[in-house]
Nanobody, 126 residues
Framework: QLQLVESGGGLVQPGGSLRLSCVASGAFINYYTIGWFRQAPGKEREGIAC????????KFLESVKDRFTISKVNAKNTVYLQMNSLEPEDTAMYYC???????????????????WGQGTQVTVSS
């Protein structure tokens, strides 16, 4: 059973950066699409980035694509989300999620993922 643990969240000033980590255990992420999602209070959970299992192709929500990058290190069974130029609107609980599949592309739909971490809080405020 795949388990995911996020870390790296915290309080940061507008314009700052954070790197979130998603560490997997119980299975190798080589065989999984990994996505990052976020949910702000009173809002629906939205997909912001994903990386495919085959070839590591990324996909981003339009509002973050010029500020965030996603990467994975299979040897560490870890996926990272580098967030730059953070804005107050980025404040949310951030989750990583996984789907067992071997594809060169990925989707940002909530319903497409089977395994979820507990989340890490990101707060952007001065």
């Amino acid at each position: 059973q795949l388990q995911l643990v996020e870390s790296g969240g915290g309080l940061v000033q507008p314009g700052g950066s954070l790197r979130l980590s998603c560490v997997a255990s119980g299975a190798f992420i080589n065989y999984y699409t990994i996505g990052w999602f976020r949910q702000a209070p009173g809002k629906e959970r939205e997909g912001i980035a994903c990386i495919s299992s085959v070839d590591g192709n990324p996909k981003f929500l339009e509002s973050v694509k010029d500020r965030f990058t996603i990467s994975k290190v299979n040897a560490k069974n870890t996926v990272y989300l580098q967030m730059n130029s953070l804005e107050p609107e980025d404040t949310a609980m951030y989750y990583c999620a996984a789907k067992h599949e071997l594809l060169p592309s990925c989707l940002l739909s909530n319903t497409d993922y089977d395994y979820w971490g507990q989340g890490t809080q990101v707060t952007v405020s001065s």
